[in-house]
């Protein structure tokens, strides 16, 4: 009998070890990738989305994974930065995404976003980008796209049929990752009067960048002040005294002032023992 319980078990733990396999399989499948060498749970938290390593890797069901949505339509918020991503074509399906995080990876080739008509906010920093056909993204309004290869006007002027267009970055306030374009004369003018509605150009508005620009030199101007030597301040407050022993004080007036100064003190004194 006591043989035969132990041959029962046996089975069972077999059962249970193929079942873990199978699933880890189906799960490799189902990624595109192996399981052991993603965290899956940490896809299920949108706050770290920094903390993922998809090896450049990118799918539909891992872009549901990071969402954490089970469908692409529905993903509205999506940041795969820092992810070594070279293609993004699956992203054509994320058609109602508001905002969109792709910087620091090795992206060339960024047609498929042009399907995004609700894209509102785009950070393609840092990549393998030389121009900006980005015109049919209506309603977008902040694009980032530092550090990457642009070189012309021609490859952002189709920034300009976005009516919505009020941001846009091709470097850091402080000249750091900057396109290769930005370093063309006059280069702040030239782009503002490219793309019309934009407001704001690496952080200056319209209006501050005739005085922030790096191409404008300061007008320097030489003001001469001439401050007449009249002596101390305080030789001003007094009349001068040719002979300081005949200055006579008003006693009366003296006595007055000590006296009315006294009664203040005093119904201060009264006030305060009131309160305590």
């Known amino acids: 009998m006591n043989n035969d319980k132990k041959n029962e078990k046996k089975p069972t733990k077999q059962v249970e070890k193929s079942s873990t396999t199978n699933n880890q399989q189906i799960q490799s499948k189902l990624l595109g990738t192996n399981v052991n060498e993603i965290n899956i749970e940490k896809f299920r938290d949108l706050k770290q989305t920094q903390n993922f390593n998809i090896q450049g890797k990118l799918n539909p069901q891992i872009i549901k994974t990071v969402s954490n949505k089970f469908g692409l339509d529905i993903v509205f918020v999506l940041d795969l930065s820092n992810q070594k991503i070279g293609n993004i074509d699956c992203l054509t399906e994320c058609i109602h995404l508001v905002q969109l995080n792709l910087q620091n990876n090795s ?11 609700d894209l509102a906010f785009l950070n393609i920093s840092n990549n393998q980008i030389t121009q900006l056909d980005l015109g049919e993204l209506s309603s977008l309004q902040n694009l980032q796209a530092k550090g990457n290869f642009i070189k012309s006007v021609k490859a952002i002027e189709y920034l300009d049929r976005i009516r ?19 370093d063309l004369n006059n280069y702040r003018n030239v782009i503002f009067n490219t793309i ?19 191409e404008l030199q300061k007008e320097q101007v030489q003001v001469k002040i001439e401050i007449p030597n009249t002596g101390p301040w305080y030789v001003q407050q007094f009349p001068k005294v ?20 006294k009664k203040l003190i005093s119904n201060i004194e009264m006030k305060l023992a009131l309160l305590n």
């Open 107 to 117: 992206i060339s080739d960024i047609s498929p976003l042009k399907v995004m008509k």
């Open 196 to 214: 019309k509605t934009l407001q704001r150009l690496d952080g200056y508005t319209r209006e501050q960048e005739y005085n922030t620009g790096q």
């Open 242 to 261: 040719d002979n300081p022993s005949s200055i006579q004080l008003d006693d009366k007036g003296v006595k007055q002032s000590i006296d009315e100064t």
């Open 164 to 182: 919505v267009l009020r941001t846009l970055y091709l470097q850091c306030p402080s000249g750091d990752q900057k396109n290769p374009i930005c």
